[in-house]
């Protein structure tokens, strides 16, 4: 139990467009759910808070208008990176809370490797 | 807030051995202690936590302390095997954000 799934895995996109990626909970709904950025060699860095039917909160340094999160419903998270630049170039990871646990334990996703030329 | 450092970054052990991560953290609020496994490419996986109300878990081979007035906890692994090298982070947190340190490198040398 307990597994997330991230789409698309990997992508390479034009420095411009936009990318959007897929973060779901295959067999728990998830009220809440994250999304972390992580560079090579580094640890993970917490971007955002998705609320499902709310707004996010995101982090400061992280704009809100660039990394646009939609959480439309209990199992359904998308990160959509606007303008895409070389710098955003990095490992964007899921975390997504198991409401009915009530528990503060977070399952992450695979990642997904966003590389932009 | 919650600032977590973990030592060692790296570290290297012989098939066999046990490996002891360390992790301290700064706010004495923090209650919940998870440790995640990364390996190469992939995303983290939860392999232990632990709560404020205890000091010790165990699952099998991998095992997590708490000491609360320290503010520390530690990861251990016995009898490493090849499969145990990855990279290995603590976090702590209280409510729902967590805290990640910065990653200990394990490899386990055959």
């Known amino acids: 139990g307990a597994v997330v799934s991230q789409h698309p895995s990997r992508v390479i996109c034009k420095s411009g467009t936009s990318v959007k990626i897929e973060c779901r909970s295959l067999d728990f709904q998830a009220t809440t759910m994250f999304w972390y950025r992580q560079f090579p060699k580094q640890s993970l860095m917490l971007m955002a808070t998705?609320?499902?039917?709310?707004?996010?909160?995101?982090e400061q340094g992280v704009e809100k208008d660039k990394f646009l999160i939609n959480h439309a419903s209990l199992t359904l998270s998308t990160l959509t990176v606007t303008s895409a630049h070389p710098e955003d170039s990095s490992f964007y990871i899921c975390?997504?809370?198991?409401?009915?646990?009530?528990?503060?334990?977070?399952?992450f996703g695979p990642g997904t490797r966003l590389t932009v030329l | 807030g919650e600032n977590v450092e973990q030592h060692p970054s790296t570290l290297s052990v012989q098939e066999g051995d046990s490996a002891v991560i360390k992790c301290t953290y700064s706010d004495s609020a923090s209650n919940y202690f998870p440790w995640y496994k990364q390996e190469l490419g992939k995303g983290p996986q939860l392999i232990i936590d632990i709560r404020s109300n205890v000091g010790e878990k165990k699952d099998q081979r991998i095992a997590v302390t708490l000491n609360k007035t320290a503010k520390h906890f530690s990861l251990h692994i016995t009898e490493t095997q090849p499969e145990d090298s990855a990279v290995y982070f603590c976090?702590?947190?209280?409510?729902?954000?967590?805290?990640f340190g910065a990653g200990t490198t394990v490899t386990v040398r055959a």
């Open positions: 976090a702590a947190s209280k409510g729902y954000k967590l805290s």
């Open positions: 975390s997504a809370r198991d409401v009915s646990a009530r528990t503060d334990t977070q399952y």
């Open positions: 998705s609320n499902e039917g709310s707004k996010a909160t995101y």
